[in-house]
């Protein structure tokens, strides 16, 4: 077990830069999940803890040890690919016994070692079967496999779910959620799906163009985004954006409204003067529409409502002509062109200088 | 678009006949052919009308047989030995010349002999020495050069499937040979093999400090053949690294980053990522290897003409040799067709080989 340290850690390729910059303390036993979209920087980020990309400059400890010049067998990490990598010649057996084999251990370790991985993963039956005669999720099962027994420090996922398909994802996700409450071991985990990143993570790293957003806990991030990046990527639907203008200070909270927004008191630590456009960020389960326009400070005609089942999506088109998304329970009725007002609760909401 | 153009099946013959027609004129009715010569006297160019003689060419061509005998004795009964001490044995020719005893030995030749324990020897005769000579060399250059060719195709390709700056200049110098006509190709390692001002003796003798005795490479019976095998194996290996090359670059990178997590050393990756991964390119190099080795002609036709003392006979050049140079046809076609029955053998245990396994 170690905790992992990154201190200034950066990337480049030639003139460009990956990752710009990065400082990070990922505690021992901590699930740490590195989301952002693609082109952020995250598996590059993962892959310079692997020990498969060089490091350009900054520092990367594992276990207070800083490792940035050791080979990847040496830093005691195991890495579970999005493509499984495992080797198709070999017998699942062989296949997750693979890091003894090459460290020459011997047959009844080895057969111990593996009986103990197949039980935890389920998958005893499967041992002597060969990687093509396996289903997606029973190969990412071989490629888990093949990380445990070698008893790493640190575990490293990357985007391990994306090649299944929705369902098993969910059972997946759910199975590596326990992997992590057994063993308590160190984990990192990079994906570019928000759902990942909420459900599984203790702390969740937003990277954006090889830099960080933010660090925090799931609902930290959810409830306190600190930009408008953030906001926007994690959550779903999305949060919606309105274009505002600030009218005055009224105690802690900034006074703004738009042409189809009311003026409305929201709580802001912002330095916003009069007349400056700002982002109001509100997230779509937070807004309450009725069909009396007077009720809410928000004016719109509903456009189009779609049923989900455990959830109703409303959505709108405002005064100003802008669009918004509202997640209504799951019986709430709005008929297309109807006029509606939308209400909600300012602490709730979310100011941003715009981008 | 369907016009009248395209979809008439006669238009389509009429587009496939040249080729087509090419193709029986040159190679599928000389095939036949062959097979029907193979089984009468014809000559190249002869007044004579052609005769159906049977199995005729091929016996005269395969045509072996064993005699065992017993070392010659004096009046006394002590083996007369000659004077290296070596006993001494009857003149085969009394048996394979005329002998009533021996019909089935008539005409034969020594090819090579053992002893049995005790003083007897066995001699085993063959009926057409040079032919022998030329299947046992080829079987020779299959042997050696598929395997050397191959492997040192597969270090070739693993040294240059890297990263490195300037590659490309190293596969363009090892792929250099393989675009070269082996005609031109041959007349410069003729050059290179030369018993008085070659660059190969020139190169030994600067590297001994001139302890090195010149050798005539090619005049040597003793170093003809080994001669003409390393420069065949220098000649091709580049095409079958380019072939190894494709088979590795379909192996997942991915696997090789694994591999390397898990702590595995180069030759454990290779042992345990590369190889399996390259198991059926290694069956195409051997086989295509293998094909184009039982072809060797031209390297002989150049630079040795089968000699000296026949040794560097090879199958397909006694095949032309004996069609052509000595106009008989039909032991030419009969030499064909055991080459066509021996490569269609190796080609039917290659598709054993790499048969889909339920």
């Known amino acids: 077990m170690a905790n992992v340290v990154l201190k200034d850690l950066r990337k480049s390729y030639g003139n460009v830069d990956v990752i710009k910059g990065v400082d990070l303390t990922i505690n021992d036993g901590e699930f740490c999940v590195f989301v952002g979209p693609s082109g952020c920087g995250k598996s590059t980020l993962l892959r310079m803890i692997a020990g498969l990309e060089d490091i350009t400059g900054g520092s990367l400890a594992i276990g207070d040890k800083v490792v940035n010049e050791v080979q990847p067998k040496d830093r005691g990490v195991a890495m579970v690919f999005q493509s499984y990598a495992i080797f198709p010649h070999m017998t699942v057996r062989e296949n997750v016994e693979f890091g003894l084999t090459i460290a020459k251990a011997t047959k009844a370790e080895k057969e111990a070692k593996v009986a103990e991985a197949a039980r935890i993963l389920q998958m005893e039956h499967l041992l002597d079967r060969r990687p093509s005669q396996l289903s997606g999720g029973q190969r990412q099962r071989v490629a888990i496999g093949r990380a445990i027994v070698r008893k790493p420090e640190v575990f490293l996922f990357d985007e391990p779910l994306s090649n299944l398909d929705a369902s098993l994802r969910m059972d997946m996700r759910m199975e590596i959620g326990k992997l992590h409450k057994d063993l308590r071991a160190t984990m990192i985990y990079v994906t570019h799906d928000q759902v990942e990143a909420m459900t599984l993570a203790d702390k969740i790293v937003v990277l954006r163009d090889g830099i960080v957003q933010q660090i925090g806990a799931p609902m930290d991030l959810y409830h306190h985004p600190a930009n408008l990046f953030v906001a926007g990527f994690i959550g779903s639907p999305s949060m919606n954006f309105l274009d505002v203008e600030v009218k005055g200070r009224d105690g802690d909270a900034l006074v703004v409204s738009n042409g189809a927004l009311d003026p409305v008191g929201v709580p802001s630590t912002l330095e916003a003067t009069t007349g400056t456009r700002l982002k109001l960020g509100i997230r779509p389960q937070y807004l309450r529409p009725s069909t009396d326009t007077q009720a809410g400070k928000l004016h719109g005609t509903v456009t189009l409502t779609e049923r989900l089942g455990s959830e109703t999506v409303v959505n709108l088109r405002l005064t100003d002509d802008s669009a918004l998304i509202a997640a209504l329970g799951e019986d709430a009725i709005f008929d297309r062109g109807r006029n509606v007002s939308l209400s909600f609760d300012p602490t709730r909401a979310h100011l941003f200088f715009a981008e | ?358």
């Open chain 2, 1 to 358: 678009m369907a016009s009248k153009l395209t979809q008439s099946n006669r238009a389509g013959w009429l587009f496939a006949l040249p080729g087509f027609g090419l193709m029986v004129v040159f190679i599928i009715l000389p095939f036949f052919f062959a097979i029907s010569l193979s089984f009468t006297n014809q000559r190249l160019i002869s007044p004579n009308p052609t005769e159906w003689v049977g199995l005729a060419n091929y016996r005269q061509l395969l045509g072996m047989g064993m005699i065992t005998l017993d070392a010659v004795t004096d009046e006394s009964g002590q083996i007369v030995r000659d004077d290296t001490g070596a006993p001494t044995y009857p003149r085969l020719r009394e048996y394979t010349r005329n002998n009533p005893d021996y019909p089935h030995l008539d005409g034969m030749k020594q090819w090579f002999s053992f002893g049995r324990g005790g003083e007897a020897r066995t001699f085993v005769l063959a009926r057409d020495l040079v032919f022998l000579t030329a299947v046992k060399n080829t079987v020779v250059f299959v042997l050696v050069v598929a395997p050397v060719q191959g492997g040192l195709a597969l270090v070739l390709a693993l040294l240059i499937n890297q990263k490195l700056r300037g590659i490309n200049i190293y596969r363009t110098i090892y792929f250099m040979p393989v675009v070269v006509s082996i005609v031109v190709v041959s007349l410069l390692w003729r050059f290179i093999y030369d018993g008085n001002n070659g660059l190969l003796n020139n190169i030994l003798d600067f590297l001994s400090f001139g302890y090195f005795e010149p050798v005539n490479w090619l005049g040597n019976p003793k170093t003809a053949f080994g001669s003409i095998i390393g420069m065949s194996i220098w000649q091709a290996v580049g095409f079958h690294m380019v072939i190894w090359l494709s088979g590795l670059q379909t192996i997942s990178p991915t696997l090789y980053e694994a591999a390397e997590i898990e702590g595995s050393s180069k030759w454990q990756t290779f042992r345990y990522v590369t190889w399996p991964g390259l198991r059926n390119t290694a069956i195409l190099v051997l086989i295509v290897i293998t094909m184009q080795a039982f072809g060797l002609f031209a390297q002989i036709d150049v630079m040795t003409n089968g000699g000296p003392l026949d040794s560097t006979q090879t199958i397909v050049f006694q095949a032309v040799e004996r069609g052509y140079g000595k106009q008989d046809i039909s032991g030419g076609s009969a030499i064909s067709v055991l080459l066509f029955l021996i490569v269609l053998s190796i080609s039917l245990f290659q598709r054993w080989l790499t048969r889909e396994r339920t």
